[in-house]
C-alpha cells in the first residue's frame, strides 16, 4: 500500500514514518520544495503522478496565536489545502485520511464532544480546520476520513511535555493553567490509529484522543512525578485569565472516542500511559 503522507517533519508525521515503514507501506512524503499544498494544479498533478492508494494529510498551520493576525496563511494551509487534496483524490480514485483538531468546538460543554455535537470554534485556528474539514466533505462526502485529536505531544519537535521539562529544570515556582480540561494525546499511539484507519476502508469522521480528561495544571504535576531530573520546583494553579493570548482557548475540549473504539475493536490509550511513553522514548521515566 502507497501512503502519499503531508506533514512528514511534525510531532505526528514523524512518528507515522517508522510505524509505516515497519509494516511495509510505502511512504512518499514531500517536502515543500518538491510540493506546495496550497498549489491547486501541483497538488492535482503530484497525486497523479504518485498514484498512491491513501492520502494521509497531517500538515497544518497550527500556530494558533499568529492566526489571529494572519487569517489568510491558516485559512490557505488549513481549510484551502484540504479541498485541493480532496479534488485530487476524487480524480484519482484515492482515499483521503485528513487530521482535524478539537477546536472546532467552543468548549462551553460540560460533556465529552460527540462526533455529532455542533461544531462552533472561537479562534481563527479553528475557524480555518472546520472551513478544511467542511470542503473535504463537500468533494468526498463520507468517503473521506476526518480524524480530530487534541493536545498532541511527542519525542519530536515543541509541545507541553518539552515545555514544562525545560521550564521545571528553571524555576523555583511555575504557574500552570488550572482551568482548560482537555485529553493529552501522545503521538506514536494516533500515529498507529491512523495506520490502522489506512487499512480499514470506513470513511466518516472520527474522534481520537487518549483516554481520560486532565486540565493543564494536573498534566503539569503528572509529567513532574514521572520526569526523571533534579527538580525542585512548585506548581502554582492559575486561571487562564493569567496568561491572555491573541487566541481564545476552549475552556473544555474533552471528546468521546466511542465510535472509534467500536471500530477498531480496542479503547484508547489512557492520557498517563501516553506520557509514560513519551517519556520513556526520550529516556525521562523515572526509574527507567
Known sequence: MKILLFGRSGQLGSEIVPRAEKLHFDVVSPVLSELDITDEQGVESFVAQVKPDIILNCAAYTAVDDAEEDRPGAFSVNASAPRYLAQAAKKSGTRLIHLSTDYVFDGSAKEPYTEESPTLPINVYGESKL???????????????????????????ANFVHTMLELFALKETLSVVTDQIMSPTWAGWLAGVLLDLCRIKEG????????????????????LRLADGDFSVELEPVPASTFPRPAARPAYSVMSCDKLTKLLGRAPLSWNDGLQRHLRDIKRLKGE
Do not use: K, M, N, P
Open 204 to 223: 466518516g469522521i472520527y474522534h481520537a484522543c487518549s483516554g481520560g480528561a486532565v486540565s493543564w495544571f494536573d498534566f503539569a504535576q503528572e509529567i
Open 131 to 157: 472551513a478544511g474539514e467542511q470542503g473535504i466533505l463537500e468533494v468526498l462526502g463520507d468517503s473521506a476520513t476526518i480524524v480530530r485529536t487534541s493536545s498532541l505531544h511527542g519525542q519530536h519537535g
